[in-house]
Nanobody
Framework: QVQLVESGGGLVQAGDSLRLSCVASGRTFSSYVMGWFRQAPGKEREFVAAINWSSGSTSYGDSVKGRFTISRDNIKNTVYLQMNSLKPEDTAVYYC????????????????WGQGTQVTVSS
């Protein structure tokens, strides 16, 4: 089993930055992907970013390209989401997730999910 615990959410103003963290523990695989999704009230869960743990290759949703950066720390088993130039439309619960194999932008492809952390951006 894999456990994912997010932290770092909060209330910020438009234009501010925030960094989310997700610590993974439990079972590991030779090749896996860590991702971030977000869900605003009344909306579908949306792909934000993902990183291949072994190669470091990344993928981003169109709405966050150029503003958000995903990275990982292999020693700490932690994935980060650096969010810059935040906008009110970035307000959502942010979820960390994990899957085996290659990067996917589909929510259904991910097997393990954290509990989520709230990010609120005021205008």
């Amino acid at each position: 089993q894999v456990q994912l615990v997010e932290s770092g959410g909060g209330l910020v103003q438009a234009g501010d930055s925030l960094r989310l963290s997700c610590v993974a523990s439990g079972r590991t695989f030779s090749s896996y992907v860590m991702g971030w999704f977000r869900q605003a009230p009344g909306k579908e869960r949306e792909f934000v970013a993902a990183i291949n743990w072994s190669s470091g290759s990344t993928s981003y949703g169109d709405s966050v390209k150029g503003r958000f950066t995903i990275s990982r720390d292999n020693i700490k088993n932690t994935v980060y989401l650096q969010m810059n130039s935040l906008k009110p439309e970035d307000t959502a619960v942010y979820y960390c997730c994990r899957k085996s194999g290659i990067i996917s932008t589909r929510r259904e492809a991910y097997n393990y999910w954290g509990q989520g952390t709230q990010v609120t951006v005021s205008s």
